[in-house]
Each structure stands twice: as C-alpha cells, then as structure tokens.
T-cell receptor, first 113, second 114 residues
Framework: SQKIEQNSEALNIQEGKTATLTCNYT??????LQWYRQDPGRGPVFLLL?????KEKRKERLKVTFDTTLKQSLFHITASQPADSATYLC????????????FGAGTRLAVHP | DGGITQSPKYLFRKEGQNVTLSCEQN?????MYWYRQDPGQGLRLIYY???????QKGDIAEGYSVSREKKESFPLTVTSAQKNPTAFYLC?????????????FGPGTRLTVT
C-alpha cells in the first residue's frame, strides 16, 4: 500500500541546535515534494518545494533534501529558535492532471530556550 | 491583503443537520480544494475544483457536497450522511492546476457534531 511516514513523536531540541525531520514514503513516485508548517488551530503555510531531479534546496535557515532512491526527504532547520516550534508536514505531488498533494501526518517540533 | 478566509472558525451542530462551511479567496486562483484533518492523520482531500462550475471528488467525498458558482467561492456542505463529521476542515487554493504551485490554506473551521 502507499504510505507517507513522518515521526509521530514530537522532536524536542535545544535552541541553537539543528532540527532534522524525516519524511519517508513507499509506493509513490512523486514529481516533487513540499514542506509546510502548521501552528495549532491554523492552516498550513508553504515553506519549500523540491523537485525529483534536485538533491537539495535551501531557504534562509531551512534546507530540504530529496533522495528518490531511498524514498526519503529530510528537512533541516539550522540555528533553531523557540519560534520554530510547530508541526511540519511533508506532502508529495502525485501526477494525475491536477495539483494533487498527499500529506503526511506531520511531526511536532518543540524548540526549548 | 490577499488570502483565503473561512468562516466560522468554530461550528457546532446537532447530528442529522446539514451544515455549510464557507471558503472565499481573493488571490485570483483557479483551483480550490477542501481537506479534512483529524488528529494523527494527514490532510485528506474531500473535493477539488479547477475551474468555475466544475469540481471533482477527492479521496473521501462521501457525505459531502460542494459548489463552485464563482471563482472566489467554494463552499462545502457536510450532510447528515457523513458518518463522522467532527473534524478540522481546511480550504486551500493554487494559482492553477499546474503541479508546481504551492497551496495556500485558509485558517480552518473546526466542526463539532454532537
């Protein structure tokens, strides 16, 4: 069956450290992958998109890698801050004639001062 | 400011009643989507619309209905046929149906049915 897995347990890290979140998938061949941030009780906000032919993408303190052989994406936040505390969702783009995204359940990140 | 608005933020209904959730966008986006989010699960697609007067079922359309009479508006009706309607509902839009565009989400409506 097709699955997207993100760590269900919360990730707790100390301020200033690098947070690394994992997104694994099976039985999909996504054209690209997106990461979103979601704060409690609010809608997700787009962060980064990486295509299947890209190994790495950066935006300020954020970095995403995409390994189509391992079927895995890693999402890094360097020099993390308490304001980075949120749930982070990965989403796979599945081709099919429209912009369909398959979302993972998300990983909650807590950055402690 | 451009964006997506959803109303109300919280909605309470009795079992057996239909309820309509509002979604409006002023981004001039062609495509709009409705998702449902339950604790511990990813967002699941209910319905989507790529153009006015056209919409398609998503993965969990049973018990839901939509309309797209205007580009800006994509209301979702949760009918009494939906077995487990209590959830957080999210509306989203993209510039067009092309696959390279990120989705913009509204603030969500939390529906509680008792």
């Amino acid at each position: 069956s097709q699955k997207i897995e993100q760590n269900s347990e919360a990730l707790n890290i100390q301020e200033g450290k690098t947070a690394t979140l994992t997104c694994n998938y099976t039985n999909y061949s996504p054209a690209y992958l997106q990461w979103y941030r979601q704060d409690p009780g609010r809608g997700p906000v787009f962060l980064l998109l990486i295509r299947e032919n890209e190994k790495e993408k950066r935006k300020e303190r954020l970095k995403v890698t995409f390994d189509t052989t391992l079927k895995q994406s890693l999402f890094h936040i360097t020099a993390s801050q308490p304001a980075d505390s949120a749930t982070y969702l990965c989403a796979l783009s599945i081709s099919g004639g429209y912009n369909k995204l398959i979302f993972g359940a998300g990983t909650r990140l807590a950055v402690h001062p | 400011d451009g964006g997506i608005t959803q109303s109300p933020k919280y909605l309470f209904r009795k079992e057996g009643q239909n309820v309509t959730l509002s979604c409006e966008q002023n981004l001039n986006h062609d495509a709009m989507y409705w998702y449902r989010q339950d604790p511990g699960q990813g967002l699941r697609l209910i319905y989507y619309s790529q153009i006015v007067n056209d919409f398609q079922k998503g993965d969990i359309a049973e018990g839901y209905s939509v309309s797209r009479e205007k580009k800006e508006s994509f209301p979702l009706t949760v009918t009494s046929a939906q077995k487990n309607p209590t959830a957080f509902y999210l509306c989203a839009s993209t510039l067009d149906r092309g696959s390279t565009y990120e989705q913009y989400f509204g603030p969500g409506t939390r529906l509680t049915v008792t």
